[in-house]
């Protein structure tokens, strides 16, 4: 792959933290791979520990504890340019997007612009003072710095302007203020986003009146783990029918019905082990649920645990379901982690996840599906009424979630459009 020069990647809170944007670690390497120098700009450092990046990664933290502004009123007032830019950011919302009315109101959408010309002006400074070569910006979100980035791209600052579309930087849903700020205004002025399924870009398609075209599809994707320990096969003795559930506990993500449901599997003597990745505020009400877990069901509470350490589990361990009853999802990087080991998912039919979870890979639920449906669709796995192979499993992974080849499409589409 030939190189590129410099990328600056701007996030929320990677590298810093233990838990934050972790599925960056998987393109990161890659990233570095692919261009010379990559600098790493977050937005916030809520936790100092930083994790460990490859040897031409720097990180810089120029919007690390720069305030709000705290009268977004007196500042916009405060500079001719500023006012000028105010105007014609609106005026195109106004003018274009779909959701006008809200913007119309004034009010949050105001704040937001007068934070985003500052850190516009916080970013211009920094390029000015490091003299990059014509970089390629890359925002990991739709709503992070891009709104900054899309002004300074009209103002001929920066050429080269990307980044993905996840979840609430997708849905308008997510957002008080009805609507995701300024989407319209930032797709005029930003070269490509990158929807991480094809349900987000169907969805941001249908906001938009023009530049739908530069909504591209690119999956997120996992590295296939190599372990030199093989799992061992079940014997009598440890048949036991092993399920796994892996997110934030959210109430959201329902993992305090799951004791619930397992008392409800006909199990006729089987035994269930069911093992739960996670921590979170919801950890009381799912430590307490499954106290009333009937006896032939055991329950271990890993909570928050290092990337590593779930795949070292997969890896040696026989895993037979992956349970999710999240009801917000985008394309779960959890999913394709338990997937590359031949896991089947369970998971509702809802925004991007039939597009990991089919017949061939796992169960498709109603997002109505009552806790006796959902306990029959588990059974029915467990009495092996429905089955799976591991193979086919492992091979749709590796057609459309590994990091090898997604990252490399990726990254080679920025070079070849920046030649």
């Known amino acids: 792959m030939k190189t590129g020069e410099t990328l600056v990647l701007f996030t929320l809170h990677y590298p810093y933290g233990k838990k934050s944007e972790t599925f960056i670690e998987n393109e990161i390497q890659h990233l570095a791979d692919a261009f010379k120098r990559v600098i790493i700009i977050p937005r916030e450092k809520t936790h100092t ?38 105007f014609k950011i609106y005026l195109y919302t106004v003018l274009k997007d779909k959701k006008r009315a809200y913007y119309l109101k004034g009010g949050y959408f105001i704040y937001y612009l007068a934070n985003a010309l500052n850190e516009a002006k916080l970013i211009e400074s920094y390029l000015e003072k490091s003299k990059l070569n014509n970089p390629i910006f890359y925002d990991y979100w739709f709503v992070n710095s891009t709104l900054s980035l899309a002004y300074l791209k009209s103002q001929n600052r920066i050429s080269n302007l990307y980044c993905r579309a996840h979840g609430f930087d997708v849905f308008n849903e997510r957002w008080d203020c009805g609507s995701v700020p300024f989407r319209q205004y930032i797709l005029k002025n930003i070269n490509s986003v990158f929807a991480i399924s094809n349900y987000n870009k169907q969805y941001f398609n249908t906001q938009l009146t023009e530049d739908s075209e530069k909504v591209h599809v690119a999956y997120l994707g996992v590295r296939a783990y190599i372990s030199n320990i093989k799992i061992k096969p079940k014997t009598e003795d440890s048949a036991s029918f092993l399920m796994v559930s892996c997110a934030n506990l959210f109430p959201f993500k329902q993992i305090e019905r799951i004791p619930e449901l397992l008392s409800l599997v006909q199990s006729e003597g089987h035994k269930i082990r069911w093992i739960h990745f996670g921590d979170g505020p919801q950890e009381n009400e799912v430590l307490e649920a499954a106290k009333k877990l009937p006896s032939n069901v055991s329950f271990e509470y890993k909570g928050h645990v290092a990337n590593r350490e779930v795949l070292e589990f997969y890896a040696h361990n026989d895993v037979d379901l992956f349970l999710s009853l999240s009801l917000k999802e985008g394309l779960p990087v959890s999913m394709m982690e338990a997937q590359s080991f031949g896991v089947p998912i369970m998971a509702y039919r809802i925004f991007g996840i039939p597009e990991i979870v089919n017949e061939r890979t796992g169960v498709l639920l109603d997002l109505d599906a009552s806790n006796e449906e959902i306990s029959l669709k588990i059974t029915e796995i467990l009495d092996q009424k429905i089955r799976f192979n591991i193979t086919d499993i492992k091979q749709f992974f590796k057609d459309n979630f590994s990091a090898e080849s997604n990252y490399k499409m990726f990254t080679q589409y920025l070079l070849d459009k920046n030649d």
């Open 49 to 86: 520990g930083q994790r460990p990046l490859p040897q031409n990664v720097e990180v810089n933290d120029l919007l690390v504890d720069n305030g709000k502004v705290k009268n977004h009123f007196k500042y916009i007032l405060g500079s001719f340019n500023r006012i000028k830019a105010v």
